[in-house]
């Protein structure tokens, strides 16, 4: 079971689309399902849930609502982060955009992330997960190599949420599963890793 210094590692997802039955969402929880079944403890942070801002327009950071600091603080205690988005116009939505810009390097430098994307396309979301995987190295987050498109998403996925194709399926866990142990041996102390 991965941890770190005795607590189960923890995977936070966040998901850049707030479409009431969206499927970034349901291959998210499938993700971290990935996480949990290896021993993570794990949340799908809901970004309609957070009163956020865009960044930039209130002048003083200290106006910024609660939830900001709020979402701020989940993500800086997780050791691990998926993100995932939809691919609009060939990139990744300004929701989750505009999340990350309200955040940094205190909640992503050092950590494991890992990324989803969906498309409404045949063609997938490449452009989503190339330009996410950039996003991650800015924020000097090491991001697994291991991440995961899912093409036409309104066939994709069953009234449940979950993916008609198993292989799919798997890979999605797969990169859920990665994040987590990825982040529990970045996370091991030297004596551990002798
Ligand atoms: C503004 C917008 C732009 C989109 N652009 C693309 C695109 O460039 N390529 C594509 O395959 N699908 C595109 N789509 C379709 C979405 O990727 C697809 O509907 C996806 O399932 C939405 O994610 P969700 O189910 O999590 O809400 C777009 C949808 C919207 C609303």
Redesign the pocket.
């Known amino acids: 079971m991965p941890q770190t210094q005795n607590k189960p590692i923890a995977v936070v997802a966040l998901c850049g ?1 707030l ?1 009431e039955g ?4 349901a291959a998210l929880r499938i993700a971290l399902s990935g996480a949990e079944e290896v021993g993570a403890a794990v949340e799908l942070l809901e970004l309609g849930a957070y009163q956020l801002v865009f960044q930039g327009s209130v002048s003083n950071e200290a106006d910024y609502p609660p939830d900001v600091f709020a979402l701020r603080e989940k993500v800086k205690r997780a050791d691990g982060i998926l993100l995932g988005s ?5 990139s990744f939505s300004g929701v989750l955009k505009s999340a990350l810009d309200l955040m940094g390097f205190a909640e992503f430098e050092d950590k494991v992330i890992g990324l989803v994307g ?4 045949r ?1 997938g979301a490449a452009n989503a997960l190339s330009m996410l995987r950039i996003v991650g190295t800015a924020l000097r987050a090491w991001v697994v190599p291991n991440d995961v498109s899912i093409p036409r ?2 066939e994709a996925f069953d009234a449940h949420g979950n993916l008609h194709d198993a292989e799919l399926a798997a890979r999605v866990k797969s990169v859920g599963r990665d994040v987590a142990l990825f982040a529990a041996m970045h996370n091991q102390t030297p004596e551990q890793k002798t």
């Open positions: 689309s479409r969206s499927s970034t969402h939809p691919e609009y116009h060939g969906v498309s409404g396309g063609m998403s309104s």
